[in-house]
């Protein structure tokens, strides 16, 4: 199953793992190792590794690299569906045209409002409490 799981990944253009499943799937708990793996495939060309409540590392095919900071959650409820959540607030994010650097933060924004709510997906917010949600983080997209 690993092996199915790492070829479909090498098959996608961006991939999403987190750091306990890099673990898994790959042997690394390392988000560089993580990404340089799953760079590999000839399609993928970023790859963004959740590390939990301290954010996402980011690196692409071309090289660049970053973290994008998580947010703090004083009031953790449960932690189901904070994954799907993130990758939900990317690709949403992506499909409204912004930077991927800004849809990595939308990520971390929804799995930060999904912890804070029983559930798999009750946390998941509507436009409107996006925008709340930054506005008291005193954030913006970009």
């Given at each position: 199953m690993?092996?199915t799981?790492?070829e479909?990944a090498r ?6 793992p987190?750091?306990?499943?890099g ?7 390392n988000?560089?190792?993580?990404a340089?793996f ?5 399609k993928t060309?970023t790859v ?13 095919a071309?090289?660049?690299k970053?973290?994008v ?7 953790v409820?449960d ?5 799907d ?14 930077s991927?650097k800004?849809?990595?933060m939308?990520?971390n ?19 409107a ?12 997209e970009?």
């Amino acid at each position: 199953m690993i092996s199915t799981i790492n070829e479909l990944a090498r098959n996608a253009d961006i991939v999403l793992p987190g750091v306990e499943e890099g673990k898994i799937l790959m042997g690394s708990s390392n988000p560089e190792e993580i990404a340089d793996f799953y760079l590999q495939g000839e399609k993928t060309h970023t790859v963004i590794v959740k590390i939990g409540s301290k954010g996402a590392f980011v690196k692409t095919a071309d090289g660049d690299k970053y973290e994008v900071n998580g947010f703090k959650v004083n009031n953790v409820v449960d932690t189901v569906g904070a994954g799907d959540g993130f990758a939900l607030g990317v690709i949403t994010a992506l499909l409204d045209g912004k930077s991927m650097k800004s849809a990595v933060m939308r990520g971390n924004a929804v799995g930060a409002m999904q912890v804070q709510t029983p559930g798999d997906n009750d946390g998941y917010p509507d436009q409107a409490k996006l925008t709340d949600f930054y506005l008291a983080e005193g954030v913006t997209e970009k």
